[in-house]
């Protein structure tokens, strides 16, 4: 069943809020919680889980406003998974993934008039005469020290806005393969969660699986590559960070569109091939039953499927 284009105008759009608003929620906490350490953007464990939390929790919440209106993807990697398995057209694809992209800009960008004046007592001032703590760690992440006169300069957005860098401490291969497997992880348990068949829960549950996952993965990959597992989630940071001052294309940036597309083709791979039809412990095979509405939330008649699939 086609719908009308006003319908997927409103689906684009409401992919292109909630992804402005899970930039400005889990990038904005982890600004927040400002304890970043100098020097290596190495974060403390409390700041870890709390911006675990916030990016966990802020996309269920998401999810759960926007998936009866676009299925609630709020990533690329994830719309590349529904592309791929013919739930989507390529057209309706594109527009998803846009809506994405800039929506992170967006996000970001507002994210930056929320907290740009956090630098103000670092410019012009040395280690020694601002705070200890916190403002040191800000300046020394956000500002250049001169080395002639030990002063910071150059002061750019907040810790970078919290774009993604991976850690000094592993390669970029290394990089690669933790984002796919923590891009495997959510991508798996969407389509596992909300678009199983046999999955007993519900789709209405499928937000709070979806959540931890991204959650869990973040409590692995934030001290190893920031946990990006949703390219437009770096995008919009990065860009950001680099129209202000930052230089945010900096080691290991390939890592981050390239690795999220490759876990979502894993995990797509995997359902398809061994879980599709699968059946629910105890139940009849389902392999000739109708599948479950493709949103990852709400129940949707059509489901995103059948609502776009033919908008080319």
């Known amino acids: 069943m086609v719908q009308s284009k006003k319908d997927l105008f409103g689906a684009v759009f409401a992919e292109f809020l909630a992804t402005a608003l899970f930039i400005w929620i889990g990038c904005g906490a982890a600004i927040s919680s400002n304890t970043w350490h100098s020097g290596n953007s190495t974060p403390e464990v409390g700041s870890v889980v709390g911006i675990a939390i916030a990016f966990g929790f802020g996309i269920s919440?998401?999810?759960?406003?926007?998936?009866?209106?676009?299925?609630?993807?709020?990533?690329?990697?994830?719309?590349?998974?529904?592309?791929?398995?013919?739930?989507?057209s390529l057209a309706s694809a594109i527009m998803y993934m846009l809506a994405q992209f800039?929506?992170?800009?967006?996000g970001a960008l507002f994210l930056y008039a929320s907290v740009v004046g956090l630098t103000t007592g670092c410019e012009g001032n040395s280690v020694d005469t601002i705070d200890d703590g916190a403002n040191e760690r800000l300046c020394a992440s956000s500002c250049t020290l001169d080395a002639d006169s030990g002063l910071f300069m150059d002061c750019g957005p907040p810790f970078g806005l919290g774009?993604?860098?991976?850690?000094?401490?592993i390669g970029q291969g290394s990089a690669f393969i933790a984002e796919l497997i923590g891009t495997f992880v959510l991508v798996f348990t969407v389509l596992m969660a909300a678009v199983h068949p046999s999955n007993g829960s519900g789709p209405n549950a499928a937000p709070i699986a979806i959540g931890w996952s991204v959650m869990l993965a973040h409590l692995v990959l934030v001290p190893l590559t920031g946990c990006?597992?949703?390219?437009?989630?770096?995008?919009?940071?990065?860009?950001?960070s680099l129209f202000f001052g930052a230089d945010s294309f900096v080691r290991g940036a390939w890592v981050y569109y390239t690795a999220p597309f490759a876990g979502s083709l894993c995990a797509t791979l995997s359902y398809e091939i061994i879980f599709k039809h699968v059946p629910a412990v105890g139940e009849e095979a389902v392999a000739n039953q109708p599948p479950r509405s493709s949103s990852v939330v709400g129940n949707i008649p059509e489901g995103l499927a059948s609502k776009f699939v033919d908008e080319a």
């Open 61 to 88: 919440v998401l999810a759960y406003g926007i998936g009866h209106v676009s299925g609630g993807h709020i990533n690329p990697a994830v719309t590349f998974s529904f592309l791929i398995r013919g739930e989507m």
């Open 102 to 106: 800039f929506g992170a800009f967006i």
């Open 163 to 169: 774009t993604n860098v991976v850690s000094g401490a």
């Open 228 to 240: 990006g597992i949703n390219p437009a989630r770096t995008f919009g940071p990065a860009i950001v």
